[in-house]
């Protein structure tokens, strides 16, 4: 059974930094695209972060860029989002999904087969 687990929410202030991490099991997804998408409440989902197969290319929603950094770690099967300089509007649950054969950067949710149970994080002012 295919899973992958996020991990690393919780409740920082704003300005403050937090490191969100996905653990995938069930089958290897190192030839995939991966991606961070986040749904504040009341709102759409929406594409945060998403990266190749091999980690070489990364894409960013422009409200992310420059704040926050995306990276794999295919020996570990692992994914991370690592999050500075948090804003209020970062508040969401954040989703970690991967494409079933793509390897590009993907952008759209609706090319990602699998996804996490979503990690809350909350930024206070």
């Known amino acids: 059974q295919v899973q992958l687990v996020e991990s690393g929410g919780g409740l920082v202030q704003a300005g403050g930094s937090l490191r969100l991490s996905c653990a995938t099991s069930?089958?290897?997804?190192?030839?995939?695209?991966m991606g961070w998408f986040r749904q504040a409440p009341g709102k759409e989902r929406e594409f945060v972060a998403s990266i190749s197969w091999t980690g070489k290319s990364v894409h960013y929603a422009d409200s992310v860029k420059g704040r926050f950094t995306i990276a794999r770690d295919n020996a570990k099967d692992t994914v991370a989002l690592q999050m500075n300089s948090l804003k209020l509007a970062d508040t969401a649950v954040y989703y970690c999904?991967?494409?079933?054969?793509?390897?590009?950067?993907?952008?759209?949710?609706?090319?990602?087969?699998?996804w996490g149970q979503g990690t809350q994080v909350t930024v206070s002012s």
């Open positions: 069930g089958r290897p997804f190192s030839n995939s695209a």
């Open positions: 999904a991967a494409t079933d054969t793509r390897p590009g950067v993907t952008l759209s949710p609706l090319l990602y087969k699998y």
